[in-house]
């Protein structure tokens, strides 16, 4: 999987990087292989080892935020968005809370569902988890330019009651179909709450799926929750691979 770590503004100081920058970093510098001394051989290429982006979160306070999109790809190429399913969203947050329970990282984090609780419970102060503005960065990457308010305090006050630093939002889910197959692709943002900055940004893709000539048949049922447990696996393999 493609890692999209942040940049460093030529204008800003240089700081430490963050926890999750510093286990990337280590990983793939333990993934670097050096030449042999001596030989004219090319020196043996030895494969990378898996790594998981999102272990560093482990042990640490992180609140996992609703999806918030649903999109689909047409005959053209381009993509449209639906608002008409919000019961599948809620469904994908159950199983992604799910399977990571199942790995062991419950003690610390906060799903979807918790989330949607507690805003319920204090009548609506910490704002709608469901209707963040995230509208414009369905394709955002890691950068350290801070987001745009409002979505920046949405999630400060999200979190803030579980004394959390981080979210993981995972921002929309996209339906493509091609050639009668299809794949559920979601866009992940971790955010860093306190300054507002994403930290790591990535999209996870679902096997793809036969007779899908119509995205929208990805709905149904079954073949919805089929897909919802693969991305939810996946998901958790960038925390701790089963």
Known sequence: MKLRIGY???????????????TLIAALLGATVTGGCGGSASPKQEP????????????????????QF???????????????NPALLVALDEEIAYTLKKRGVQARWTFAGEV??????????????????????????ASDVPVSEPLGSQIRRLVAFREARY??????????????QGRAMLRLLL?????????????????????????RAALAPGRFSEMARDLAGRIADLVITQ
Do not use: C, H
């Open 191 to 215: 955010i860093d709450s306190r300054t507002a900055r994403i930290v790591w940004a990535d999209d996870v893709a679902s096997a793809r799926s036969a007779g899908l000539a119509d995205p």
């Open 8 to 22: 460093v503004s030529r204008n800003q100081t240089m700081t430490s990087p963050n926890p999750i920058v510093r």
């Open 48 to 67: 990378e080892p898996e790594v998981n982006p999102l272990s560093a979160m482990v042990g640490r306070p992180l609140v996992i935020l609703p999806t």
């Open 167 to 180: 979210a993981l939002l995972p921002v929309e889910l996209r339906i493509e179909s091609q050639a009668g």
């Open 116 to 141: 949607a609780e507690s805003a319920r419970r204090n009548g609506g102060l910490t704002g709608d988890p469901y209707g963040l503005s995230a509208e414009r960065f369905r394709r955002a990457k």
């Open 70 to 84: 649903l999109a689909f790809s047409t005959s053209s190429g381009e993509w449209e968005s639906s608002a008409d």
